[in-house]
């Protein structure tokens, strides 16, 4: 009795400290370079700063460690070596694994040979349109098969492995953990067009995430309200080069060795696990819009996640109410699954 009493009063104490002091919502921000890519980080509250720190070290670490040509790196190693023990690749192939699988194939790391041929690679090389047995050759050492693991060791029989389809959604997991890990609860970081998202706003209302026009980098689809998840989009029209007035990009279809043609431009995908965000939004560019969509309802138990796709044909597909279509654009939005 004694202790209900001294706990009540313990709770009524605290109760009436925090209703004393207004709760510090300082906004603390970072921009990192990481991943080729330019971050914005924004955390919220008084523990903002040391988590803002970690997530920064945490960045340029994994960084370090995922980039295929960085020399030192994990991937180097494995790619180079055909071995290597580290506990992070050997996760993201666990994970790529389980991902290729789902997708039929649409998202595979082992595709980096045939990215190097396409001058899609790790180094400076030349873009070009390789030959068909360039592209055979190459795509005989392609398959996750290829790939032997256990515990944080891996071997590669054979090919290479790129892991440049999840690993900036490795990365957004990883800040976000360990942001919240140092006691903030509302940050949103800003991976280079790819969010994420930790909470809510500071005054507890939702995120409001405005999803990009692929065809015009300062113009917007509409806007995702949303919290403590991911929001990850790839595009045919990040990289790519022409030739003889075609365009080739860097999305590769593991089944053909080509770009990609699925008659998608760019897939967002909104999923509270960063890594499955980022390497579904690959493997949906390759899927085209009818896969994914089986694909959404085959995970809809084990990974739930929501699409917005904008296809050649102009039109933006979307499968969330939380999508608030922009006005005034060209596109036709359809509601769909
Ligand atoms: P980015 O954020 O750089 O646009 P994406 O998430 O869109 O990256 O993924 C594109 C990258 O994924 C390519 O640059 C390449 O490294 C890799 N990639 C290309 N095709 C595939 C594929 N079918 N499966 C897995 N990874 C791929
Ligand atoms: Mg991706």
């Known amino acids: 009795m004694k202790k209900c009493a001294f706990a009540f009063i313990l709770t009524l104490c605290l109760l009436l400290a925090a209703c004393g002091k207004p709760v510090d919502t300082t906004a603390h921000t970072r921009t990192v370079f990481a991943m080729d890519t330019v971050m914005n980080l924004t ?20 960084d370090a460690q995922l980039a295929r040509g960085v020399e030192d790196s994990a991937v180097y190693k494995l790619n180079d070596l055909g071995a290597v023990n580290d506990a992070t690749v050997a996760y ?31 180094g400076a090389g030349e873009h070009r349109v390789p030959t068909e047995a360039e592209l055979a050759a190459a795509l ?11 515990g944080a060791q891996v071997a590669l029989e054979d090919g290479e492995v790129d892991l440049g389809g999840i690993a900036k959604g490795w990365a957004g997991q990883r800040a976000k953990d360990l942001i919240a890990a ?14 994420a998202l930790l909470g809510r706003k500071p005054d507890d209302s939702m995120w409001r995430v405005a999803v990009k026009d692929p065809a015009d980098g300062n113009a917007f689809l509409g806007v995702l309200t949303a919290a403590d998840t991911f929001v990850m989009t790839s595009g045919v029209y990040e990289r790519y080069f022409e030739e003889n007035g075609v365009r080739y990009h860097h999305i590769i279809d593991p089944k053909t060795g080509y770009p990609a043609e699925s008659g998608l431009v760019s897939a967002t995908v909104i ?10 939004a690959t493997a949906v560019c390759v899927m085209g819009a009818d896969k994914a969509l089986d694909l959404r309802e ?8 929501e699409l917005i796709l904008v296809t050649e044909d102009g039109r933006v597909l979307y499968t969330c109410d939380s999508f608030a279509p922009g006005t005034g654009s060209d596109y036709t939005y359809e509601q769909i699954g």
């Open 271 to 280: 999923c509270a696990d960063g890594v499955w965000a980022d390497a579904l």
């Open 298 to 305: 085959s995970l809809s138990e084990t990974m739930p996640f």
């Open 140 to 150: 005989a050492g392609v398959g996750m098969d290829n790939i032997h693991m256990e």
């Open 182 to 195: 140092n006691g903030a609860k509302s940050a949103v970081l800003d991976l280079g067009g790819d969010v």
């Open 92 to 122: 993201l192939l666990q994970e790529s694994l389980a991902i290729n699988d789902a997708t039929d194939g649409a998202f595979d790391p082992t595709i980096a040979p045939v990215l190097e041929l396409w001058g899609f690679g790790s």
């Open 43 to 62: 955390v919220y509250g008084k523990d903002g700063e040391a988590a803002i720190d970690a997530a920064e070290q945490e960045l340029y670490r994994l």
